[in-house]
């Protein structure tokens, strides 16, 4: 198969950024007669990989696949149509993805009408291209993260051609609104505040894959929010890269402040947002968290490294005293706040000294919770070249260290609720035990706990009577 007739990602173009600001397209989204009803009589299945912003695009998927007649298949190999929607922010993360599809390969082979795709930020690599094109054959359908309005035309083009259809851009286009959408749940959603991300931090990959930072106006997401507030939704949770560069593209005043302000007036019962980069978080933004009492306590606050010479070399952009200045307004501003953040060890030559002065700023801030990783090299990253002497050994005992640690003080923090009464949003009966519910504190904490008639989307009091390093257990009590 010829390659040139595809449309193919690359990362020196992923790279480029443009001064001005993206248009922002209203989209009355219609789906052309003669593939209206492409999809009736055929089922879906969409596996999402990654973070936030790709939970949301599935959800978009799911919404223009339905507009198409297609119905969701709850088994992933009865499906007409298999979706991957992938991440690519860790070797790993990939692999996994490479593993499922080889899976697929005997799926193929016992349903050759079955329709693969895969999309995401994988999709948006010139590797992964290259890859899938030599090695994986059987894969029909491939599209970025940029062009998800155009899965109608590309599945068309699958079904009616027969033809391996790869469709990826480079860049980013406008900000398209009003596209369809199928929630996973009815009580909790997304909302995209922006899209991409321009800090370029040496070992990261999104800001290739998801192009440029492009904010939504603030009334095309308070639109959104009033209209999930009107179908019964508690919570929203303010999605961006970087919440706190919010408007700055558009000339917004006021900031990612203003629209949390502006979302907390609408009166739904929680708001919760991610991710804030450290660098920005102003002081309006804060007061804001602090005077609103249904934007939650809850802060997510990326630390990377506690190490000034790492941050630099990360391209972070503050210093460790910087992060604990915000840390300590943070702490102090908004009183029984829950901190969780993200933490790379393994960055190129990073020295036990280094290393250390990670775990004193675990021991410093003392987190809820922290998501840990170990570096990996990303094609097309400053960090990719970077030299590296540390082997892998010592990456994975150090990983091992910091996770002790962390494991140590999420159950310290957890303490603090053991006796008292917080405030859940059930999400539903647990997996493991329907007798047993399950849902989300104010501060993010995941509580079990036992009740009576209680459904989705209630907001209950619970008594916790047992502390776990990463859950909370309880008993709902009546509200008096
Ligand atoms: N925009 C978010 C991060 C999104 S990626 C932020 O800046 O906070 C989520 C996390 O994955 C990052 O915070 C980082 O800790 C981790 N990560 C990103 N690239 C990585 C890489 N190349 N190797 C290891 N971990 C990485
Ligand atoms: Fe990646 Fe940094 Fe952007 Fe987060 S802020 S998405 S870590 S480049
Ligand atoms: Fe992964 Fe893309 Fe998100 S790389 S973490 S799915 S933005």
Known sequence: MKENKFNLPSINEARRRTKCAAKIEHLEFKIPEDIKDLGVGRSYFIRTYGCQANER????????????????????????????????????????????????????????????????????????????????????????????????????????????????????????????????????AWVNIMYGCDKFCAYCIVPYTRGKERSRLMEDILKEIDELIAEGYKEVCLLGQNVNAYGRDLDIKGGFGALLEAVAKTGIPRIRFMTSHPWNFDDQTIAICAKYPNIMPYIHLPLQSGNDEILRKMNRRYSAKEYKELYDKLKKAIPGCSFTTDIIVGFPNESDEAFKDTLDMVDYCQYDNAFTFIFSRRKGTPAYDMEDAIDMKTKEERLAILNKKVAHYANLANQRFLNTVVEVLVDGPSKKNPDIYAGYSKENKLVNFKANNVKIGDLVKVKITAVKSFSLDGEMIEDK
């Open 57 to 188: 695009d599935s959800e978009i998927l799911a919404g223009i696949l339905e507009t198409m007649g297609y119905q969701k298949s709850e088994e992933f190999d009865k499906a007409d149509l298999i979706l991957l929607n992938t991440c690519a922010i860790r070797q790993n993360a990939e692999e996994k993805v490479f593993g499922e599809i080889g899976n697929l390969k005997r799926l193929k082979r016992t349903n050759p009408e079955l329709i693969i795709g895969v999309c995401g930020c994988m999709a948006q690599e010139e590797a992964t291209i290259k890859r899938l094109l030599s090695k994986y054959p059987w894969v029909d359908l491939v599209f970025g993260t940029h062009n998800l309005y155009n899965l109608p035309q590309l599945l068309k083009n699958v079904l009616f051609s027969k033809e391996k259809t790869i469709e990826v851009f480079s860049k980013e286009g406008e900000v398209i609104e009003d596209l369809p959408s199928s929630r996973l749940q009815k009580h909790k």
